[in-house]
């Protein structure tokens, strides 16, 4: 075999780089920023994402196979207390109930209806009406037998503060087994974000202000979720007094004393979950001691934010 | 696409139903929908990029488009 010669070297070292840039340049004209709406869990559900024209579609279609399953599987008056996403799902959401001291609690549905706000016939119960439903409420009234649910009668499990939160890292999880290295899922405040925005940066994620338009504050994060619960997203007004979706168990009355809750850590769930207790909860600061992982900025009554847990890059107005 | 720069109403059919849409003083409502909470038409204006009205039952989404300030919103 014979050498080749210096000239042929550098020849050769010429049509390596045009054919690598070549290649490069031809990822550049397949990949981009591709955004796309959903409709589920009666929100709108965002997607943003870096990816080539070819992955679009199904990701798109994944994410639709994965919402619309959660949408089916826990939509009110539709569960099959059997079915294996609900059981796991209920063991996702009995470690959380444990572990916030039953503040989190999937059985408030009787208060729930009580209230009106299955309905949206809104209503405050008399406080007798309150103190029948209460034995009703806890998870530790549940039982597990042969991979079923079983309830006590008149109970009724409510996934509302877990389940959009769990079906958004099973969808960015299943976009990155698809090869999706940047984007963000949103549904309806419920998100996760990974890798960089389309500035290169982290992402900026503005917290949504309760009491006016606009933002209350930015955070800037990347590879995990955040979620926010308060008392502006679903309520009535009786007599000047606001009441909330959201139910302290122990008392069977909406909760009181914040305006919202933004959680921030590694999964979407409980960012979810622990929203949702921490806006009821009164020793937020004791419940996020056991998940060292998550931080939070709360809003209180007043107006005052407060950040509490793992230290957040966020920029108050 | 309708411009804030000019006071109008349109209606628009979506997957789910109908919606008509106002705009007045350089903000967006909605006027009447065709969803049986009309959540929509109690939402407040929309005038700001980003800023949104949402009617799910109906699949609808109105946004202000322009240079946002966030990537996206909780909540």
Redesign the interface.
Known sequence: MSTPSPASKRFGLIIFLLSVLANCGVNRIKEGWQSY?L?FF???C?V?IFCQAKQIKPTQDEISRIFGEIEENFSPGHQDLSSPLVVELFQQARQVYLNTGGVFDITVGPLVELWGFSS?AYRVPRAEEVRAVLPLLGMDKIRLEANKIVLRPGMKLDWGGIAKGWAVDRAARALDEIGIRRG?I?AG???F?WGA??DNKD????????RQ????G??SISNIG???S?DY?RYFERNGVRYCHIFNPTSGNPARGRQ?V?VIGPATMLCDALSTALLVSPEPEAILKRYPEYGAIIVNSCGEVVMMGKSLDFLSF | MLTLGRNQAERFISAGGEVVVGIEGGRAVVLASTCRHKICQSSPPASLAGERIICAPNRFLLEIEGPKFVDTVTG
Request: with cysteine; aromatic share 10%; net charge neutral.
């Open positions: 709406t409709f009666d929100t709108v965002d943003q949206k963000f949103n405040g419920d998100l974000c925005n389309p992402w900026r994620v503005g917290i949504q202000h309760p338009k606009g933002y209350l930015v955070l955040a979620a926010t308060g997203q919202s933004t």
